[in-house]
Structures are given as C-alpha cells and as structure tokens.
C-alpha cells in the first residue's frame, strides 16, 4: 500500500519528522534498520541528553553552525530553540537549563526524550517497521520512485532521510544515506570525526582515567610554539583527553597535528600565579616537616591527581618534607602549572561525539530542507554538512530539520 511519506532513519530528526508530518494527516511510515528506535539518542550526553542550547539570540545560536548559519536561518524561524522548549513541555518533559546554557529534560533521562518522541508518533499514528534495512533508493528523473527493503519495493508520494552521520557506528550510525545519495547524483562531502577526544602520548594521563577536572587550563603548541589557550573543564580517559572543552578544540587541533608535533601544558591552577602557589606549597609543607613528600602530595595536588604527578618528578618522592631543597620545590609549583603532554591525533568516529561531512548543502532548500535534485525528497539532521560544536547544537539541528522536512513532505 503506498504512502504519504516514508521516513527512513528512526533517530531524533527522522522520529520528528515522522511524528510532524502525521500530526499534518499525513499516513507515513518509518523505517529502521535496528531493533529499536532512537539507540544513538537514549546513550546522548553520557544518557542525559543535552536537547538544545537555551542561547536566546537567536544570530548568536546560529553562528555555532558556522558557514551553514545563512543556510539554517529559514528553518529556524519555523523551528528554533524556544520551540524546542515548547514542544517537549507539550509532551510533559521540562527542560532545565544548566551550564554553558546547555538545556536537559528535568528528569536527566535521555530515555525519556526518546519516550516523549515516541508519544508524538503514536498520536498521529506512524506506522513504524524495525529491522527494516533499506537496499537501495530509486530515483527517476527529478522523483525517488521507491525504495527496496528486503527485496519489496515500497512506493511513497514524499520520502525523507533521516539516517544520521558516522558517529558511534556501534548504534547504527554507518553512513549508509550518504552512500545512498553519493549514487543518486549528490554531492557527499568526505565525513571526518570532529568533535572527537584527542589520544595523548604519556602514561601519566592516561593512568588518570576517569578523573575529571572542572577549571584547568590546557596551552597546545606546535613545534614549541604557543598557539590556543583555553580554560575549562578536562575530563583524562585511558587514551587522552576529553570532555566538552577538549570535544570542542578537537577541529583545530586536527589542522595543528598536520603543521607540526602538537603537545599540550596543563595549568592545574590556572587563577593561581607562581608566588601565590609557592606560598601555599611552603605553607602545606612547614605543617607537615617530618612527613614524607609523597604522603601529603594530595594536600597541594588537584583530587585524584597526586600519585600520577609524583611519577613526573625527578626526585625521590620518599624524601622528608623538610629535606625538599627550594629547587625541587619549584620544580613541583613549575609541574602544577605546565603537566606535560603529546598529541598523537583524534580518536575516531567510533568515540566521536559528531562528525561533520555529509551532503553540500548547496544541494538542500533551507526552506524545506528538500533536496534540489529530487524534488519529492528531504534530507535531515546528520546527512547535511554542517560544523557545530558540543553543547546541545546538534539535536537542535535534529528538531529544526526534522520539523522543517515533516512540515513540508
């Protein structure tokens, strides 16, 4: 039986736009390859799932898009952020809104974004088939004239694309929509991890896996030259460094690797100048002169960090407090603001939080994200190449593209 519109992807934008366009009357289906619907989706933000960015300016959302943002302008005039806030409470989800403006469902539960999407569906009555793994897409002239799955073809008036990029390959995510267009005749731009947590050379950060830091500051260089400084929150894993301000470096550093050796300098106290932190070592030590250094190592070290540093030093650690000679104890203020380490590269799309790439949205009506080439089908979310950062950008690209392409399918 043929229908309105086929979504094929059952992530955020193709549960969106599934949901919009059968609230429009429309009888649509959904296809997914998987078991279950929404797999990326319930694992978003460490399973918190950061929605959206609250930034009320609306110019200052959409330049985190980048070259995209005069692309995006139209759709997010039909769909913006403070629309993202209405339609969740609509589905009985508040958002909260926390550091970085980053906004949350109330519950912290990515479950039940995915539970909320999922009402929206089933109230204009979506057809949904899992493990429904689409072989082919065929195009005719300027239309799609239907689609194969497991040998069947299935026939639809509209058709929408919502398979998403490259990223945690491990829930789907393996680029088969841009396989799919690259043979329909569009333009696929090579994807790449972007934000993407760095692999670093020494031990000693990676013997701090699972310790987490919210006010350091990290300096890079290239051949010994200083060139980004930023402070924020880092996050050491058994491979390097993460966390939000590291995910969001990780495009630059990416250009850095291919000028030259890439290392990095930690300031474990970045609002603390060398004397200030010197008197502070001086005062921890003449409290505790007959202990030795590497038991009251803690007291001047950032939590978790202590035995990790003590490896760094090039002096025994077993030494009494009040044998450290001036030198050694500058070496340990000079380590407490300047940790060494190498950049080997980025960790690829299968710890990447997005990947950039995808179709060149010259090709896509921003209006109503429908390809120029054919004109009964939409692309969403993942499938378009748009650079955006960490911080809740890239499911709002979800909601927009998918509400955008629901509304006009």
Request: a positive charge.
């Amino acid at each position: 039986m043929p229908y309105d519109l086929i979504v094929i992807g059952g992530g955020p934008a193709g549960m969106m736009a599934a949901g919009t366009a059968a609230s429009r009357g429309r009888k649509v289906l959904l296809l997914e390859k998987n078991k279950h619907l929404g797999e990326k989706l319930k694992i978003s933000g460490g399973g918190r799932c950061n929605i959206t960015n609250a930034e009320e300016s609306e110019s200052l959302l959409l330049s985190n898009y980048g070259k995209a943002r005069r692309f995006l302008y139209s759709s997010f005039s039909q769909f913006g952020m403070r629309d993202t806030f209405i339609f969740f409470e609509k589905q009985n989800l508040p958002l909260v809104v926390q550091a970085r403006k980053r906004a949350f469902p109330k519950t912290e539960k990515a479950l039940d974004v995915f539970k909320a999407l999922e009402r929206y569906m089933k109230q204009g009555g979506v057809e949904v088939r899992s493990q429904a793994s689409v072989q082919a897409i065929v195009g005719s002239g300027k239309k799609i004239s239907h689609i194969l799955v497991k040998g069947h073809e299935l026939t639809a008036s509209s058709y929408i694309l919502a398979t998403g990029g490259k990223s945690h390959p491990e829930t789907g995510s393996t680029g088969d929509g841009f396989a799919w267009l690259a043979k329909l005749g569009h333009t696929v731009i090579d994807s790449t991890p972007t934000i993407v947590p760095l692999a670093v050379q020494e031990p000693w950060v990676k013997s701090l896996a699972g310790v987490s830091l919210s006010a350091m500051k990290i300096t890079l260089f290239v051949d010994g030259k200083s060139v980004i400084k930023k402070k924020g929150k880092i996050l050491f894993t058994h491979f390097g460094f993460s966390g939000p301000m590291i995910l969001n470096l990780a495009a630059q550093v990416s250009d850095l690797l291919h000028a030259g050796v890439v290392t990095a300098e930690i300031d474990a106290y970045p609002d603390t100048n060398l004397g200030v932190l010197d008197k502070k070592v001086i005062k921890v030590f003449n409290a505790n002169k007959n202990k030795t250094l590497k038991n009251i190592f803690s007291e001047i070290t950032p939590d978790g960090m202590s035995e990790a540093l003590l490896a760094l030093l090039t002096f025994d650690s077993d030494i009494k407090v009040n044998s450290v000679t001036k030198e050694q104890r500058q070496e340990i203020i000079n380590l407490l603001k300047a940790m060494p380490a190498t950049i080997t590269g980025l960790m690829g799309t299968d710890r990447a939080v997005i990947t950039d790439g995808g179709i060149d949205i010259k090709e896509v009506d921003g209006k109503t994200m429908r390809s120029r080439l054919y004109n009964n089908l939409y692309l969403t979310g993942d499938l378009l190449h748009i650079s955006r950062p960490s911080g809740g950008y890239s499911l709002q690209l979800c909601w927009t593209t998918g509400f955008v392409a629901g509304s006009h399918a």
